[in-house]
């Protein structure tokens, strides 16, 4: 019966689609009447309201998409969303700037020369207002009302023309900041937990382990990951669009003639053409490079970002009258004065200790102040000209409260999907396919493509996602990210926008192309740019290093970068490793063997004795490489005959935990039947029967699995247990090669310090003597923290504590001031002791050690650092770019 009302719930929820009933309404409505009508016919039918879910009753359902919008988006941490009306307002207000129309003049004239020019110009402003606007209704009226005109009086094909200006108006969905991007991370953002307590679950059944390690978990993405990711692939679709016209362009030279520019390329052409191009850029830059540099989350660039398109639509506004630019200026130079100020000064007003601190706050205040003034200037022109302040901020309002009440809907939909078992239908089905992850993921892909033609990109974003983003995360032989799952599902739903017949972007140029274009060759011309579409589908596809690299590489240099140690980049460290004892291992064994030539007679026994242990070590981390490394050539070899097998059982098994859950439904709703309604003979004994067929329907599965399969499996698993033990080895063998090394150097370098706080530790008697315990207590105290900055000076340290706790009064124990002055005497022993061996060791043996270090710290050293050198973290973020499979462990 779940079955029953999963059909009725997708029905229902098509047909009000299809019928124009509003999306906010038609998904939480198709929720509520289904969960309701199932509890009707339990009630009815069973005597049972919750007889007809998969689990839970009613109540938990109806209330589980509230409760579930409410835990996300109520939460501190979870403010992905705020981006949205930010980036919503910046996209309105240049739009209502008329910014796109400079934009397509100047560049029509600068480009309509060439072949084909006039059709690259409105590709190149698509992908500018994309960056800009991300609006794509705004954009393609924009461009049908200006371009299709003068491309029609220049005989342009009508097909190529009108293809064109739709296919670069949806641009604005893929290329950051798009607020599909940004929906799509927050909706992964809970699939890659749910993935990752999938994933969990499969390694403990596997492993029998009950924690499994965090390098087998599921990548998870965020908003500015999402648009650092959709970067390149977005230029990617750019070129390809911008390639097809300049192709066809001399391929047939009828549809797309060049056309001359009536005026001259002079100053006053290029300086007209620098207005209207390198504002634009300029906000591009700063709202994405302030989130590439680190400087700025999404939500703090979106509002760099609004707060830039306010000033550019303020001058715009006010263009051809005197002080236009005054706005402008004032707020750019108020934010010039803060950068240069916070670049050399540190601007904090409870730190003022001088007269320059003072100066600068003082600058410092009067450029917030000038920035204040000059955005508040531009808001007040963009209130009095056209009433233009009002009709963006309504516009955003409307637009926003439409996403969010989409959200809660979709919320209330999925939960209801859920309740009648759609998610295990869904899963079972995508498990069930041939052809392992990537015949699930084309069939995904095939979905969410048709579904295009008759849904909004986001009803696809927050219905779809949801349901199958878990299942495809989830899988280990992909082990695929989260931010390349989203962005190829968002080049996908950017089809949407242009497949007939309800593609949008369709509806927005035929309402403002003339009666000559007819909407047949609209459609024909946006199917070789839906081609294209699927074509950089294709490429990203098979190139994911084109999506993960650059957030990969911007989470390794940036100031939060995780440190080599972080289990999640132990693959790719060890790999780099690897490369450099292959490629420099006989420098590395010189430097280790000149180290080991040093001449250490000076030092304490016990700290010569650790330096020896440690270049041992290092001279014994080649030899625990190679064993590690064969140790993974065991278990290669053994996956050849292996992994066929793993992954017969695994479907094996995948239907055996199938048929048990659907046992146990039955076996739960029988037990009710027989409770509730005893007289219902037939319909028992019909459920007994069904009963019994699913046990032998187990029982038969069982009977698949190979009477070896155990004996394999625990033969791998011991297999990949020793691999592991033998990278733990390496790990720490080349941690203990180089952490003494460095604590040494530090020790001996820590010893000019040491020795300039002898005369204060020697000055404290005097405090000692003086009769204030309390007072000597204090200075000793003092002087133990400043001996808690130099390296393994602990004796020094210890010694002087004792002279602090003979101070101590302790019940009817009083202050000892002999005891303390001989503890101080102790003390600056321990100090002169510490001195002379390190000042020897300063001489003799510091820049030996020094060039030690430097020549094993990126390599034996490398796990030790605080964060990666830049080469390094470049080569990391390469290796960790691309996808490996991590199914042997599963």
């Known amino acids: 019966m779940e079955l029953l009302f999963l059909a009725i719930l997708m029905v229902l929820m098509a047909g009000a689609l299809a019928s124009g009933f509003p999306v906010a309404f038609a998904l939480p409505g198709s929720a509520i009447i289904t969960i309701l009508l199932a509890a009707g016919s339990g009630y009815i039918f069973a005597g049972d309201v919750d007889a007809f879910f998969s689990q839970g009753g009613p109540s938990n359902w109806l209330s589980a998409g509230v409760t579930n919008f409410r835990g996300i988006y109520w939460e501190v941490e979870r403010d992905t969303l705020i981006a949205i009306p930010l980036f919503v307002f910046m996209g309105i207000m240049l739009q209502r700037s008329k910014i796109a129309e400079d934009l397509l003049i100047s560049m029509a004239q600068l480009f309509g020369p060439i072949r ?9 402003v698509g992908a500018l207002l994309a960056a800009t606007t991300g609006i794509v209704g705004a954009t393609v009226v924009a461009m049908g009302l200006i371009s299709l005109p003068a491309m029609m009086r220049n005989n342009y094909s009508n097909w190529l023309s009108t293809g064109t200006i739709a296919a670069s108006g949806t641009l604005g969905q ?17 699939a890659v937990d749910q993935a990752g307590a999938q994933r969990a679950a499969m390694y403990k059944e596997s492993t029998g382990e009950f924690s499994m390690p965090s390098e087998f978990g599921v990548t998870s993405t965020s908003a500015g990951d999402m648009f650092m990711g959709a970067l390149v692939p977005g230029l990617v679709l750019v070129g390809l669009y911008m ?6 362009a001399f ?7 060049p056309v001359p520019f009536d005026g001259e390329y002079d100053r006053r052409f290029a300086a007209k053409v620098l207005i209207a191009l390198v504002p634009p850029l300029a906000l591009i830059f700063v709202v994405l490079g302030s989130i590439i540099a680190g400087v700025a989350t999404v939500n703090q660039a979106g509002a760099i970002g609004a707060a830039g398109a306010l000033v550019m639509a303020s001058y715009r506004l006010y263009e051809g009258e005197k002080g236009a630019y005054y706005p402008a200026v004032v707020s750019g130079v108020s934010v010039l004065a803060i950068m240069i100020l916070s670049t050399n000064f540190d601007i904090n007003v409870r730190a003022i200790n001088t007269t320059t601190d003072a100066v600068v706050v003082f600058i410092a205040s009067i450029a917030v102040i000038g920035f204040i003034i000059g955005i508040g200037w531009s808001g007040y022109r963009a209130l009095k000209i056209d009433n233009t302040m009002k009709a963006v901020l309504m516009d955003t309002a409307k637009t926003t409260s439409l996403v969010f009440i989409i959200l809660l809907g979709a919320a209330m939909l999925t939960s ?47 219905v779809v996602v949801p349901i199958v983003a878990p299942i495809l995360l989830a899988d280990p032989s992909a082990n695929i990210t989260a931010v390349w799952l989203g962005v190829m599902i968002g080049l996908n739903i950017q089809t949407s926008f242009l497949t007939p017949p309800f593609g949008f972007a369709l509806f927005y140029l035929r309402g403002v192309a003339p009666p000559a274009v007819k909407t047949i060759q609209m459609y024909k011309g946006v199917i070789p740019f839906i081609s294209l579409q699927i074509l950089a589908l294709v490429i990203v596809g098979n190139y994911p290093a084109m999506v993960n690299y650059l957030p990969t590489r911007i989470s390794l240099l940036s100031e939060t970068a995780p440190p080599p140690k972080n289990p999640r980049l ?42 020896s242990k440690a270049l041992d070590l290092a001279g014994k981390s080649f030899d625990a490489k190679s064993e590690a490394a064969a140790r993974s050539e065991d278990v290669q070899a053994e996956a050849v005959a292996y992994q066929p097998v793993q992954r017969e059982v695994g479907v094996i098994l995948s239907d055996i935990a199938d048929i048990a859950e659907e046992l146990k439904l039955v076996s739960r709703d029988l037990d009710r039947l027989q409770r509730n309604n005893p007289d219902r003979v037939d319909q028992i004994q019909s459920m007994v029967e069904q009963v019994a067929d699913l046990e032998q329907r187990k029982a038969a599965a069982e009977a698949l699995v190979p009477d070896s399969w155990d004996k394999q499996h625990k033969d791998f698993l011991k297999l990949l247990a020793e691999e592991k033990k033998a990278y733990n080895a390496f790990r720490r063998t080349v941690d203990n090669a180089y952490g003494p090394v460095v604590e040494l150097i530090a020790t001996i370098e820590g010893g000019d310090a040491l020795s300039a706080l002898r005369a204060e530790i020697d000055g404290l008697s005097g405090v000692i003597q003086g009769g204030d315990a309390e007072a000597a207590q204090e200075a000793i105290k003092a002087m133990e923290s400043r001996l808690g900055g130099i390296a393994n000076a602990g004796d020094v340290r210890s010694a002087l504590s004792k002279a602090r706790r003979a101070l101590r009064t302790r019940g009817s124990s009083e202050p000892n001031p002999e005891k303390a002055m001989e503890e101080l005497g102790k003390t600056l022993a321990a100090l002169d002791e510490e001195t002379v061996w390190r000042k020897e060791a300063s001489g003799t043996l510091l820049s030996g050690l020094v060039e030690y270090e430097a020549a094993i710290r990126d390599t034996i050293g490398l796990r030790q650092l605080d964060r990666f050198p830049r080469e390094i973290a470049l080569q990391v973020a390469s290796c960790r770019s691309d996808h490996k499979d991590i199914s042997l462990h599963f």
Not at 116 to 124: K, N
Not at 174 to 190: E, G, H, M, T
Not at 580 to 599: N, P, S, V, W
Request: with cysteine; net charge negative.
């Open 116 to 124: 084909g020019g006039l059709g690259i110009s409105v590709v190149f």
């Open 174 to 190: 893929i290329i950051p900041p798009s607020i599909v991007l940004i929906i799509l991370a927050d909706q992964l953002s809970n």
């Open 243 to 248: 390639l097809f016209i300049f192709v066809m």
């Open 251 to 257: 391929w047939r030279k009828d549809i797309a003639p």
């Open 416 to 462: 209801a999907f859920r309740a009648f078992g759609g998610e295990h239908l869904v899963r079972d089905f995508l498990h069930g396919l041939p052809g392992g992850f990537w015949t699930q993921f084309i069939i995904v892909m095939v979905v969410i493509f048709v579904l295009g033609f008759f849904l909004d990109f986001i009803e696809i974003a927050v």
């Open 570 to 611: 132990q693959a790719c460290v060890q790999d780099y490793i690897s490369q450099r004892f292959d490629t420099d291992g006989d420098t590395i064994r010189a430097a280790i063997a000149k180290a080991q030539g040093l001449d250490t007679g000076n030092l304490p026994r016990g700290i010569q004795r650790d330096l």
